[in-house]
């Protein structure tokens, strides 16, 4: 039997190196997968504190119909104050078995710095990506890339062939799957802003 007062506690370095060792793998579309976001969405707002929370999107690819992806709900979360989730809503999430980092927007260490965490199934499957950001981030510009994908069933298959050829070239590689979408999206995401008329810049 395993003494449990006796192990040590996850270093970061070692839960960082634990999630990127999770491979890729993506999958056609799943129309449970909006449902998967509306339960976790209620659950969100039925445990966490509401003076903290505002409104809470799915984006990604598994916010897109017909579009393949890993089998990973994206869950955008606007908060107040990311000080009162690092005291308030982390301790309740990790409790449950959620990971948490607090983690940079771009590279290893590039500001604005934003909660995120990982839930996962019995079987230890990530299941919930939850990205938690103030209102004045450009994590909300995902948005556009989602509506404009909805609208432009070419471009959204197009994605799904660079997705699918990436997964299979990069299945151990989290990170350099991530990487190789950038310049698609980027450039997508600033075609979604002039479509919708947002200023640029």
Known sequence: MVD???V???????????VLQDEITVVPYDAQWPQHF????????????HELIGRIEHFGSTAVPGVPAKP?????????DLHAVQEQVVPILETQGYDY?????????????Y??????????NRTHHIHMVEPHFEHWDSLFFRDYLR????????????????AEKYSGDRVAYTSQKTD??????????RYYKVNIG
């Open 38 to 49: 509306q339960e976790e969405k209620d659950h969100l707002l039925s445990c966490l504190p």
């Open 115 to 124: 909660a995120w965490f990982i839930k996962r199934d019995s079987k230890g």
């Open 8 to 18: 040590k506690p996850e270093t970061l370095q070692e839960k960082i190196r634990r």
């Open 72 to 80: 990973i709900i994206d869950i955008l979360v606007e908060v107040t």
């Open 151 to 166: 609208e432009h069933p070419d471009i959204a298959e197009e994605y799904a062939t660079l997705k699918f050829g990436l």
């Open 184 to 193: 698609f999206i980027a450039r997508v995401t600033e075609e979604a802003k």
């Open 4 to 6: 449990h007062t006796k």
């Open 101 to 113: 980092f607090w983690r940079p927007t771009w590279g290893d260490d590039v500001p604005p710095f």
